[in-house]
């Protein structure tokens, strides 16, 4: 099993300015993934952070808005850019079991971010 | 992008009875887990099926897939308040992929 605790749980941003979330693992993975939460939806994959390399971006993110550091096996940071009120979501960071998609995903707790 | 649909997309029943949720989804599945988010918190997880599985048990929790339908479905019984919540349904490739996608869940109210 992993702990993750992410770093804040909530916070009210005005738009136009940036907010960084942290990702702190228990153990050492190879990748994390950020996922985001709109409100009343499900989980949308925003990334795939690897340690020493670019983070993976799908569909319809991309790295000037939501950069993504990796400098260690057990941490990961994901900045939100340059916010505006559709970016008031739930954002919640991950990592799966030494089996991969074979076993379980482990979850921070969220950040809910709010933008005013 | 989401996998499949979930029904219902809410559900309220009373303490004490059955609550049965549904998943579908499209593509061929390495595995299928089912997780629970308390009050927009974290995912906690609940059971992984395999694909070559066609159902499985744990504690008041019981799981079915049907890979002919694309389908699944979790069955809590004898429900409580406690268990009021979200669930999801997630689905992991069989091409190798190393990402879940989820449904878009079923939100469930346990009435006292």
């Known amino acids: ?116 | 992008s989401q996998q499949g649909e979930e029904d219902p997309q809410a559900l309220s029943i009373q303490e004490g009875e059955n609550a049965t949720m549904n998943c579908s989804y499209k593509t061929s599945i390495n595995n299928l887990q089912w997780y629970r988010q308390n009050s927009g918190r974290g995912l906690v997880h609940l059971i992984l099926i395999r694909s070559n599985e066609r159902e499985k048990h744990s504690g008041r929790l019981r799981v079915t897939l049907d890979t002919s339908k694309k389908s699944s479905s979790l069955l809590i019984t004898a429900s409580r308040a406690a268990d009021t919540a979200s669930y999801f349904c997630a689905t992991a490739p069989d091409n190798y992929g190393q990402n879940f996608v989820f449904g878009p869940g079923t939100r469930l109210s346990v009435l006292p």
Do not use: H
């Open chain 1, 1 to 116: 099993s992993a702990v993750i605790s992410q770093k804040p749980s909530r916070d009210i941003c005005q738009r136009g300015t940036s907010l960084t979330i942290q990702c702190q693992v228990d153990s050492q993975v190879t990748m994390m993934f950020w996922y985001r939460q709109q409100p009343g939806q499900s989980l949308t994959l925003i990334a795939t952070a690897n340690q020493g390399s670019e983070a993976t971006y799908e569909s319809g993110f991309v790295i000037d808005k939501f950069p993504i550091s990796r400098p260690n096996l057990t941490f990961s940071t994901l900045t939100v850019s340059n916010m505006s009120p559709e970016d008031s979501s739930i954002y919640l960071c991950s990592v799966v079991g030494i089996g991969g998609v074979n076993t379980e995903a482990f979850f921070g707790q969220g950040t809910r971010l709010t933008v005013v």
